[in-house]
């Protein structure tokens, strides 16, 4: 099973970008997706979660601005980031709690880059 990630780029601040993670392989199911980001010379940090069941979490620090989504028909999970700031800028990955043939796997996405210029 593979997470591919996709979306980032460069912004400006108060601008938007909408990051993409589509898992493939053997999929029976998948419960926890989620988004996590890191910022240079800093540790990485969840930033948004969803379960299967639509319960969602945010970091204080994105609450009101981004928003998390699933697809679970196309195994995507997605990430809505409004009013970007500069503090915004990381790497962002994906993680996913999956099901397969041989049974639970947590894998990560590559990581997107997202800039945010002042």
């Known amino acids: 099973v593979q997470l591919q990630a996709s979306g980032g780029g460069l912004v400006q601040a108060g601008g938007s970008l909408r990051l993409s993670c589509a898992a493939s392989?053997?999929?029976?199911?998948?419960?926890?997706m989620a988004w996590y980001r890191q910022a240079p010379g800093k540790e990485r940090e969840l930033v948004a979660s969803?379960?299967?069941?639509?319960?969602?979490n945010y970091s204080d620090s994105v609450k009101g601005r981004f928003t998390i989504s699933r697809d679970d028909a196309k195994n995507t999970v997605y990430l809505q980031m409004n009013s970007l700031k500069p503090e915004d800028t990381a790497v962002y990955y994906c993680?996913?709690?999956?099901?397969?043939?041989?049974?639970?796997?947590?894998?990560w996405g590559q990581g997107t880059l997202v800039t945010v210029s002042s």
């Open positions: 993680n996913a709690d999956i099901l397969t043939t041989t049974g639970w796997v947590s894998p």
């Open positions: 392989g053997s999929i029976f199911s998948s419960n926890m």
């Open positions: 969803i379960t299967r069941g639509m319960i969602i």
